[in-house]
């Protein structure tokens, strides 16, 4: 299994034609509801190579904006200590830019106050030259090497904190007509006002209204994206995947998890990746399938936070539509030969170990076989079982190995995993070393397999 490097891969596109790393409501370490809130969740998301962080902005005691969720108990962060963490690990793991998300409910005094924080602390570090009106792409992540993009809400021309703040949730309200004009005109009249001073640091990435794709082509520049709801946008990937793919061309899109994931659980991104969308935002403080699968999508290039889009979601005469796909198959077969060093590490019971291996992509491609169990052996348990696979966009293709612990009274409890893109598979035999649910080295864990690859199989 190979990993290249940023630099065998091509970072002067422009930013809407990448996969972007991305973390929804970043100064969390537990859910939404209750959990621990801290600036330090921001090394954690920047060091495990998230590209884009979030902060959700609030009046605090005595003039200083705090960071926390709206409506719930979990712990306030001054906004001052949140972007002293980012300045000190906006670089390290990646010099490519780092995206700034701000949903801002603060008073103008202290979004004067933010924007004050935002230039003593980082600096030059803020990207703050105009894109021109005219400009049909945006910067390259070349270009922006370096850099920290504060996105957020932009003053429009000749108006100064006469214009509401449009956050996530009203986003979601326009989305699904939940509203009727005069309660929309009413809740805007309720929003902060934007401040000049934090308005002049937002210029390539500035959040607008999504209504619809004609109506964003007709009335928005490249440098002016929007954030959907993933329920909203999984309803357009579906039924109007051509045109996201066209919309993401040129226009940045951010997908955050519903407001009701009390738990801080995710969504599947696959189907936002697979229309293009560059900021699928997941919970990274939450272990499971999803977090597996963001670790995967972003281990190619380096780990350095940006992945290029493949070549049919970046052509604007591309026809490619993941619901209806009419490529012939490649063949991926194989073989499960055995296990080595597998353990529980909260029980330290003997296993009875299986490997589950699930495709995950275009819906067509997504799969999944199992092997059978190997009664009370974790030490050294042989399967020699073969699966076959049809896969037709190997693009998007994510290839999941999952050894699960049998267990015929309960659930069978993962005890470790390991997810990497099709395009990183090598073939012949090969040792892929295990993690555990949170994308973590388990030191000696490992399968051995034997893989193979057919580009033109017969029908």
């Given at each position: 299994?190979r990993r290249?490097?940023p630099s065998?891969?091509?970072?002067?596109?422009?930013l809407s034609?990448?996969f972007?790393?991305?973390?929804h409501?970043?100064y969390?370490?537990e859910?939404?509801?209750v959990g621990r809130g801290?600036?330090e969740?921001y090394?954690?998301?920047?060091?495990i190579?998230?590209?884009?962080?979030e902060?959700?902005c609030h009046?605090?005691?005595n003039?200083?904006p705090?960071?926390y969720?709206k409506?719930?108990?979990?712990?306030?962060?001054l906004?001052?200590?949140?972007?002293?963490?980012?300045?000190q690990?906006?670089?390290k793991?990646?010099?490519y830019?780092?995206i700034l998300s701000?949903e801002v409910?603060?008073?103008?005094?202290q979004?004067?106050?933010m924007?004050?924080?935002l230039?003593?602390l980082?600096g030059d570090?803020?990207?703050t030259k105009?894109i021109?009106e005219?400009?049909?792409r945006?910067p390259?992540?070349?270009e922006?090497?370096?850099?920290?993009?504060?996105r957020?809400?932009k003053l429009r021309?000749?108006?100064?904190?006469?214009e509401a703040s449009?956050?996530?949730d009203e986003?979601?309200?326009?989305?699904e007509?939940a509203?009727n004009k005069?309660?929309?005109?009413r809740?805007?009249?309720?929003?902060?006002k934007?401040?000049?001073q934090?308005s002049?640091?937002v210029?390539?990435?500035?959040k607008?209204?999504?209504v619809?794709f004609?109506h964003?082509r007709?009335n928005?520049?490249?440098?002016q994206?929007?954030?959907m709801v993933?329920?909203?946008?999984?309803?357009l990937?579906?039924?109007?995947?051509?045109?996201f793919i066209?919309?993401?061309?040129?226009?940045?899109?951010?997908v955050?998890p519903d407001?009701v994931r009390f738990?801080?659980?995710n969504?599947?991104?696959m189907?936002?990746?697979?229309?293009g969308?560059?900021i699928?935002?997941?919970?990274?403080?939450?272990?499971?399938?999803?977090l597996?699968?963001?670790?995967a999508?972003?281990?190619?290039n380096?780990g350095?936070?940006y992945?290029l889009?493949?070549s049919?979601?970046r052509d604007p005469?591309?026809?490619f539509d993941p619901y209806?796909?009419?490529r012939?198959?490649?063949e991926?077969?194989?073989?499960i030969?055995?296990?080595?060093?597998?353990m529980?590490?909260?029980?330290?019971?003997?296993l009875?170990p299986f490997?589950?291996?699930?495709i995950?992509?275009?819906?067509i491609d997504?799969a999944e076989?199992?092997?059978?169990?190997?009664?009370?052996n974790?030490?050294?348990?042989i399967?020699?079982?073969t699966?076959?696979?049809?896969?037709?966009v190997?693009?998007?293709a994510i290839?999941?190995?999952l050894v699960r612990?049998h267990?015929?009274?309960?659930?069978?409890d993962t005890?470790a995993q390991?997810?990497l893109p099709?395009?990183s598979?090598?073939?012949?035999?090969?040792?892929?070393?295990?993690q555990?649910k949170l994308c973590?080295?388990l030191?000696?864990?490992?399968?051995f397999?034997?893989?193979?690859?057919d580009n033109?199989?017969?029908?």
């Open positions: 299994m290249a490097s065998s891969r091509n970072m002067n596109q422009p034609h990448y972007i790393n991305s973390s409501n970043t969390l370490l859910d939404q509801m801290t600036a969740a090394f954690h998301a920047l060091d190579g998230c590209r884009c962080v902060a959700d009046d605090g005691d003039g200083e705090i960071v969720h409506y719930t108990l979990v712990d306030k962060v906004f001052e200590d949140v972007i002293r963490s980012v300045k690990h906006a670089l793991t990646s010099k830019p780092l701000l409910s603060c008073s103008v005094e979004q004067d106050r924007a004050e924080i230039k003593e980082l570090l803020i990207f105009s021109s005219d400009a049909e945006l390259s992540p070349e922006l090497k370096g850099k920290v993009l504060i957020g809400s021309s000749h108006k100064i904190v006469k449009i956050d996530e986003n979601k309200e326009n989305q007509n509203e005069e309660n929309r005109e809740k805007a009249s309720e929003h902060p934007i401040s000049k934090l002049d640091l210029t390539a990435f500035q607008v209204t999504f619809n004609e964003f007709e928005y520049k490249c440098y994206g929007t954030s993933e329920a909203y946008a999984e309803v990937a579906k039924e109007q995947g051509a045109e066209k919309h993401n061309l040129k226009y940045m899109t951010r955050y407001g738990a801080s659980s969504y599947d991104p189907p936002l990746w697979n229309v969308c560059q699928v935002a997941l919970n990274v403080q939450t272990r499971g399938e999803e597996q699968m963001l670790h999508r972003f281990m190619d380096g350095c936070g992945v889009k493949p049919f979601l005469n591309s026809c209806n796909v009419t012939r198959p490649i991926l077969r194989l073989r030969v055995s296990g080595q060093q597998l529980n590490n909260s029980t330290r019971d003997i009875d490997v589950r291996v699930r995950c992509g275009v819906p997504n076989q199992k092997t059978g169990v190997v009664d009370n974790g030490f050294n348990p399967w020699n079982q699966f076959t696979f049809q896969i037709h190997p693009e998007l290839v999941h190995f612990d267990d015929a009274h309960s659930s069978n005890i390991f997810a099709f395009t598979m090598q073939q012949g035999y090969r040792h892929v070393y295990l555990n973590q080295p030191p000696m864990s490992s399968l397999v034997y893989c193979e690859i033109d199989p017969s029908p």
